[in-house]
Structure formats: structure tokens, C-alpha cells
């Protein structure tokens, strides 16, 4: 998508003409992902490459990009969730990726969100599962997560929604910063602490499989915890919207066993101060055949990502669709 940041000032002033549908809109379209070494990125560019249709472009029916007509998507590298919903409630995300229960805590303004509402918020759809890696070195493992007690484990980053959820996790087993050497990495970062011998673990949620810890398998090896049914209910009960989910075996060398694990959705959000017509046009381009064979052909998470599964638990997570694509929903037949 590089290209997209080097035309001319000219060229994208000229992008909407007075009395489009999206002329009150931002041109550039900005979608908040994660780290590089991480799922939300390369996900949010498939996604933004599919919203897609900058000026002057092919159309639809003749091989071009098929999008929101003069919509420039860009997928930005940031710290993740929390950075997300903020920047999106801020105005300085139009979009973003985030975890399902960050999202719902920051949008009602509960937990360590108390008081601080981000009212902003809306759902465009749930993308797919986001499993919790728990990473070790190779030949280590732990009984649960009460093992992790003075050990260098990390945490993800600040802004993430990882961190948030792992904290309560670990508190359940009575492990906290005061007594594990924490810290706070992203996921390329941890794998390459862990491969050096710099930390004991790191946690990481993600849809597999993660580049960076492919890398990691592949290269010094590594160990992913799998939960007890117990400890999976268990972290159900503290945190909801993590559910028992499960890693195959093979999807990374050497881990050729089946992995429980809680798992969180990812969700597309964007703000409710863009138009319906803006997202409803998104939304619409997000579903087009032209989006799924991006989806199919990139990130081995995109074949997840569907529309019959896009209301998958949004309705009872207490944060709203955004008028545009709940009018999608209903046009096609997938919201009563």
C-alpha cells in the first residue's frame, strides 16, 4: 500500500467531488493494527487494501479495486486495543482492530476503565478468534499459571488488550508486578528475548498462525502452555468474553500437540462520527467477493473471517453496530 502515501496533495484533494455521498468524509481512511510481528496488522491491510478504491483507479468490473470509491485505506502499526478504541474515540483513528473484551470495558467505561467511557465506539463486525499464547522456551512447561510467580515473563505491551486480560488472569493465581519480573514487549520483541534467554515467558493473543513466533519455532524452538479445562473456566469466569478455544497441533514446528487456550474476538471498530453512508459502504465492501479472495489468499486468519460469523456475539457484548453496517446486516439478510 505504499503507494497510497505517496500521491500527490493535488490528486487527493481532487478524490471527492462536491455532493458525493462521502463528501463530508475523510479521504484517507486510517485503521489502527498492532505490532508488525502480530496478526492485526497484516489483517488490517488486507482489509483496508479491500475498502480500497483511491481516485482514478480501475473500476470494480474491470479488474480494479472494487471499495468505497475514492476511500484510501491505510492500516497504521500501533500498540494495539487500548491504543485503538482511544484513538478512534480521539478522532485519530477513523478505525481500528481490538479485542472484544478491551471494547466493551473502555466503551461503558468499566474495570480499569472506570469513569473514563469511550462513547465513540461502534462495531462494524467480529473478525475472528484471537487465541492466547502462552510461549516457553523449548523442553519447559508449567503446572498453571501460579508457576509464573518469580519469573521473567512478558506481558505484551501497554495499550494492548493482551496485557489487560493477562494481568487479571495472573492475579487469579496470585501473581502480579510486585511478585514476577514483568515486561512490557511486543510480540517480535518477546520472541526474541525468550530465543536469547532475556525472559522465562511471554503471553501473546493473536489469530495463528503469528509470524513471529513461526520464526521462533522454526529457528530455537519453543513451548506453548495448554489450559486445564478447570483454569479454562476458570479465566471464563473472570473474564467472559475469553472462551475455551484450541491451537492445532502442527500450526508451528516442533508444537505437534494440541493446545487449550482462552481465546478473545477481534473486532472491527470505527467511530459514530462517520456518516452511515461511509460505513454502510464499507461494510458493504468488506463482504464483497473481492474482499473474501484477499482474505483467502493472505493471512491464514483471513479464511476466518466471515460474514455469516460477522454478528457472532455483538449483540449481547453491549457495544452498538454502527448504524451503517447494522443497515448492511439487515439488506442481506443477517439482522432481523
Same mark, same amino acid.
Given at each position: 500500500m505504499s503507494f497510497m502515501t505517496k500521491m500527490s496533495a493535488a490528486l487527493v484533494a481532487a478524490t471527492l467531488t462536491a455532493g458525493t455521498a462521502y463528501a463530508q468524509d475523510p479521504t484517507f481512511f486510517r485503521i489502527g493494527t498492532g505490532g508488525a510481528g502480530g496478526t492485526y496488522f497484516p489483517i488490517g491491510g488486507t482489509i483496508a487494501n479491500g475498502i480500497s478504491a483511491p481516485p482514478g483507479s480501475r473500476p470494480c468490473e474491470e479488474g480494479g479495486q472494487c471499495?468505497?470509491? %475514492?476511500?484510501?485505506?491505510?492500516?497504521?502499526?500501533?500498540?494495539?486495543? /487500548?491504543?485503538?478504541?482511544?484513538?478512534?474515540?480521539? %478522532?485519530? =483513528?477513523?478505525?481500528? =482492530?481490538?479485542?472484544?473484551?478491551?471494547?466493551?470495558?473502555? !466503551? =461503558?467505561?468499566?474495570?480499569?476503565?472506570?469513569?473514563?467511557?469511550?462513547?465513540? $465506539? #461502534?462495531?462494524?463486525a467480529n473478525l475472528y478468534p484471537e487465541d492466547l499464547h $502462552?510461549?516457553?522456551?523449548?523442553g519447559t512447561s508449567i503446572n498453571d499459571l501460579g508457576d509464573l510467580a518469580d519469573k521473567r515473563v512478558g506481558i505484551a505491551q501497554a495499550g494492548s488488550g493482551t496485557q489487560v486480560a493477562v494481568l487479571q488472569m495472573l492475579n487469579?493465581?496470585?501473581?502480579?508486578? +510486585?511478585?514476577?519480573?514483568?515486561?512490557? =514487549?511486543?510480540?517480535?520483541?518477546?520472541?526474541? #528475548? $525468550?530465543? +536469547?534467554?532475556q525472559i522465562?515467558?511471554?503471553? !501473546?493473543?493473536?489469530?495463528?498462525?503469528?509470524?513471529?513466533?513461526?520464526q521462533l519455532a522454526s529457528t530455537k524452538g519453543m513451548e506453548l502452555h495448554s489450559f486445564s479445562e478447570e483454569d479454562l473456566a476458570k479465566i471464563n469466569e473472570v473474564i467472559p468474553a475469553y472462551i475455551p478455544s484450541k491451537i492445532p497441533a502442527? /500450526? !508451528? +514446528?516442533?508444537? +505437534?500437540?494440541? /493446545?487449550h487456550t482462552p481465546a478473545v474476538s477481534a473486532l472491527l471498530i470505527v467511530s459514530s462520527e462517520l456518516s452511515d453512508d461511509l460505513v454502510y459502504g464499507i461494510t458493504k465492501a468488506l463482504w464483497n467477493d473481492n474482499t473474501r479472495k484477499l482474505l483467502d489468499n493472505g493471512h491464514a486468519k483471513g479464511k476466518q473471517i466471515t460474514a455469516e460469523t460477522a454478528l457472532d456475539g455483538v449483540t449481547n457484548l453491549g457495544v452498538p453496530l454502527h448504524p451503517g453496517a447494522e443497515r448492511f446486516y439487515k439488506e442481506a439478510g443477517l439482522l432481523n
Open positions: 471499495g468505497v470509491p %475514492g476511500l484510501i485505506a491505510i492500516a497504521q502499526s500501533t500498540t494495539a486495543s /487500548v491504543f485503538n478504541n482511544s484513538a478512534v474515540q480521539n %478522532g485519530e =483513528l477513523e478505525a481500528g =482492530l481490538a479485542a472484544a473484551d478491551v471494547t466493551r470495558s473502555m !466503551y =461503558l467505561g468499566e474495570g480499569k476503565f472506570e469513569g473514563k467511557p469511550h462513547p465513540n $465506539l #461502534r462495531i462494524v $502462552l510461549v516457553m522456551p523449548k487469579e493465581w496470585g501473581v502480579t508486578r +510486585d511478585n514476577m519480573d514483568e515486561a512490557e =514487549l511486543n510480540n517480535s520483541q518477546s520472541a526474541e #528475548r $525468550l530465543a +536469547d534467554g522465562d515467558a511471554y503471553f !501473546y493473543a493473536a489469530g495463528w498462525p503469528v509470524s513471529a513466533m513461526v502442527g /500450526v !508451528y +514446528d516442533g508444537v +505437534d500437540y494440541e /493446545v
